[in-house]
């Protein structure tokens, strides 16, 4: 739908006066990948609110280099760049804040109830419709630089068979309208512009309520490999936003891998 493409202006208008004043937005039609795009211009000017979004992604991925299917014509691509004072184990939790800070945005706004999967999944009713991407980049005059990608799934055009190996949603589907993803794109970045702010100064603590809140993976049968597999009972996350799942021989702390969730022993 041409009206309901990336449009500088609209976005622009839609945000707050002080997100306005915060970013510095580029709209692109077709880029290999916005986090690429932003993480390019870190590398020679300053980072801290450089906001790209795109309408297609040719090179779009998820974390740990896997593909993330971004065609043109419904969907919501969007990075920012942002700089910490915190030291860099203050940072672990961040891609959990940003998910949680987004679904409470997408709640109010949209009245969208989604969950969040350990670390950066966007789910509704067991299928997923977006994901965070946050990737680190060297430090500059004592800061911490990140790159925070943003995929989500809004009015998802028509795939070939096959395209996505996994069950699968979007936002329009879950509120049962349309979705301008104009004033989406102005929602995440009011969000992420405050929420950032809020986060440099008081860390994950003040998300961690509101992440668990929509814990999809709680009480479920899960396996994570990282790198000999654990099976187990996932039962939340700890302080620092590490994964807590419980085994046979007692609790594991997981702080990387990839998550399955078991379709036997438990919930699925």
Do not use: C
Request: no cysteine; proline share 5%; charged share 20%.
């Amino acid at each position: 739908m041409k009206s309901n493409a990336p449009d500088y202006q609209r976005i622009m208008a839609a945000l707050s006066p002080s997100a306005a004043q915060a970013v510095s937005l580029t709209v692109y039609d077709r880029v290999g990948s916005t986090n690429d795009v932003v993480r390019d211009r870190g590398n020679t000017f300053e980072l801290k609110g450089f906001t790209v979004l795109a309408e297609e992604q040719t090179r779009g991925r998820g974390r740990r280099g896997k593909v993330w299917h971004s065609p043109a014509g419904g969907n919501l691509y969007l990075s920012m760049g942002w700089e910490f004072d915190l030291p860099p184990t203050r940072l672990a939790g961040l891609s959990l804040a940003v998910g949680a800070m987004l679904a409470d945005a997408f709640a109010k706004a949209l009245d969208a109830e989604l969950q969040l999967k350990w670390p950066n999944d966007f789910y509704f009713d067991g299928r997923k419709l977006g994901g965070i991407l946050v990737e680190m980049l060297p430090e500059r005059d004592g800061r911490q630089r990140l790159v925070l990608g943003v995929g989500l799934n809004v009015q998802m055009p028509a795939l070939a068979p096959g395209t996505i190996d996994r069950a699968w949603t979007d936002l329009s589907r879950v509120i049962g309208a349309p979705v301008d993803r104009n004033r989406l794109a102005a929602l995440i970045i009011d969000t992420m512009v405050h929420g950032l702010d809020h986060y440099d100064a008081h860390g994950f603590s003040h998300w961690l309520s509101r992440w668990r809140g929509r814990d999809f993976l709680l009480g479920r049968s899960v396996t994570v490999g990282d790198p000999a597999p654990i099976i187990g009972t996932a039962a939340g996350v700890n302080e620092e936003g590490a994964l807590l799942i419980e085994t046979p021989t007692g609790r594991r702390t997981v702080s990387g891998g990839e998550v399955s969730v078991l379709e036997f022993g438990g919930l699925s």
